[in-house]
């Protein structure tokens, strides 16, 4: 008898297990992942891998765009597959972000809930991702990639991957504005850049198909008429507020800062060098352009650590002014010496640092993390993006518009994006920027360059105040830059480096390699992967749309 009572309770014990077990489940720790947990996770990892923090993406491309430089492996054109940035945010795209993806479509359709808003966002979250990874990459696994059970995915050619980003754009829009589905459940303090706004969403899945169209224009994929439908629908980001912005914000437990700031400010060295050749642009000091013709933007962009009167704690490779940096591709004697209180840091518009007339830094130490709250956003897409891509349209194709008063708009919205930033980093005491008197003055004169300038001179500018606006989000400039030519770049192997003007004089600047079309593959990727190429050259394998102009 209590053989049979024994197996009776064990029976009634294993299939009521779940209601016991209840008292013990944790509701900070759930077994399951919520729908509305997934948004913010994206986004930060977004914001953290596309950024400029110290050997992200971003910061190996802001290098090859020189607005930064480096001491690391990164210098020289020397980036390989086993790279800290191509192996950690190569694995963290694929299994971090456009896994959290896959996820959030799949449980936007489960059990018939049609939650298709979540669907929508994460369509065009997808397809952005994807079309900067082939931006950097070329051929990636696409059609393959995170698929259940299958864990050696074939490259899919870049060429093919773009038309299938547009169609999952399409039905992005398609399933934000889907009236009939059920929507259960609607995104809104998890959607940490529109809040769940239908419209703000759309607007931007039609600014990135504009953004992907341009980039592909002397392509086959190029589609006038999709394009002038576009720009005439009305559809597109339209004004500072719908700018695509991943927010960061200056908590410290837990840490949202924008992760560039803290490892900068809060450091023991620092590792993000400004680049010379960006400095001397922005300070009217290049023979090319925008001589003379100072940027009233430089106190938002770069912090000064070093003031009148006072001396650099060793001797320095470049100084101008109180402008302190090294040379990228540097060989001279001072390239590798110590300077923590001394070099100039990235400022309050990147990154959220510090202002650099801002009369409450104290210059006489270094700047430690309390210069700044570290608040800056990652422009993914912004308004002035916008109107830079529609200028471009408009000199190089036949989407009409008038090229010059798109210009103008795009510098206007430049100056307003840095006060937006500001804002956002809720910095005290910082003066407003887009209503200076010098603006004005700074906009007149590069409307008169243009006005005088040919063709290609005219996309030389527009192409480089875009890349002045994009400080901080520089993957768009490193793709810019191999489809246009444009900016003029910094070249270590023909370009004399002068120390600056209170520099010491010339300093040897090399490199023994060309310049990277695009990034190499993860070598971790190609040795588990049986279906991988093998690796590329970097110097010649150009994405599609890198064509020769």
């Not at 547009?166 to 504005?177: H, K, M, P, R, S």
Request: hydrophobic letters at 35%; glycine letters at 8%.
């Amino acid at each position: 008898m209590k053989k049979i009572f024994s197996i009776l309770f064990i029976v009634t014990l294993l299939t009521s297990c779940s209601e016991w077990l209840d008292i013990n489940v944790d509701p900070n720790n759930p077994s399951e992942m919520k729908i509305d947990k997934i948004l913010p996770s994206v986004f930060y990892d977004m914001g953290d891998d596309f950024g400029i923090g110290y050997s992200r993406l971003g910061y190996v491309c802001a290098v090859y765009v020189h607005q930064l430089t480096t001491r690391e492996s990164y210098d020289q054109y020397g980036v390989t597959g086993s790279a800290y940035a191509i192996t950690t945010y190569w694995n963290d795209l694929y299994t971090g972000m456009l896994q959290d993806l896959e996820l959030l479509i799949t449980l936007s359709t489960e059990d018939e809930a049609e939650n298709l808003q979540y669907r929508g966002i994460a369509k065009i979250l997808k397809a952005y991702v994807y079309s900067q990874m082939v931006d950097l990459w070329g051929d990636i696994p696409y059609t393959e990639a995170n698929v259940s059970g299958l864990f050696t995915p074939v490259f899919d050619t870049d060429e093919n991957i773009y038309p299938q980003l547009f169609t999952l754009l399409n039905e992005g829009i398609a399933d934000l504005q889907n009236e009939e589905a059920l929507n259960e459940r609607v995104p809104g303090a998890d959607d940490l850049i529109y809040g769940g706004d239908v419209d703000s969403w759309v607007k931007a899945a039609n600014s990135i198909k504009l953004k992907l169209f341009n980039q592909v224009r002397l392509t086959t994929l190029y589609n006038q008429t999709e394009v002038s439908a576009l720009l005439s629908g009305g559809e597109l980001i339209s004004s500072a507020s719908e700018s695509f912005l991943i927010p960061f914000g200056k908590s410290v437990s837990p840490d949202n800062r924008n992760p560039a700031f803290v490892a900068e400010y809060s450091g023991s060295q620092i590792s993000n060098y400004l680049s010379p050749w960006f400095y001397e642009i922005m300070n009217g000091e290049n023979d090319n352009i925008f001589t003379d013709l100072w940027d009233p933007r430089m106190p938002y962009y770069f912090a000064n650590q070093v003031d009148e009167g006072l001396e650099p704690e060793n001797p320095v490779e470049y100084r101008n002014g109180n402008f302190i940096s090294i040379y990228f591709g540097s060989r001279g004697p001072n390239r590798d010496a110590g300077g923590r209180n001394t070099f100039s840091m990235m400022g309050i518009y990147p990154v959220g640092g510090a202002y650099d007339e801002d009369p409450e830094l104290d210059k006489k130490k270094s700047f430690g993390i309390d210069a700044g709250t570290g608040a800056a956003p990652y422009k993914v897409l912004t308004y002035a993006d916008v109107l830079y891509i529609q200028a471009e349209l408009a000199l190089t194709t036949t989407s009409g518009g008038d090229a010059r008063a798109l210009l103008e708009d795009a510098m206007e919205a430049s100056f307003r994006q840095v006060d937006q930033v500001v804002t956002m980093t809720e910095a005290v005491g910082v003066p407003k920027l887009a209503t200076h008197d010098t603006v004005d003055y700074y906009i007149s004169r590069v409307l008169t360059d243009f006005d005088s300038g040919d063709a290609a001179k005219k996309l030389e500018i527009v192409m480089t105040q875009k890349w002045i606006a994009a400080f901080g989000s520089s993957i768009d400039s490193y793709t810019d830059y191999r489809r246009t030519g444009y900016p003029v770049m910094f070249d270590p192997n023909t370009m004399v480096a002068d120390g600056g003007p209170d520099g010491n004089g010339v300093v040897p600047v090399q490199s023994s390699r060309d310049y990277p079309v695009a990034f190499p593959w993860s070598a971790d990727e190609l040795s588990l992967n049986k279906n991988a190429p093998g690796q590329k050259t970097i110097s010649t394998d150009k994405v599609f749309w890198d064509i020769d102009n």
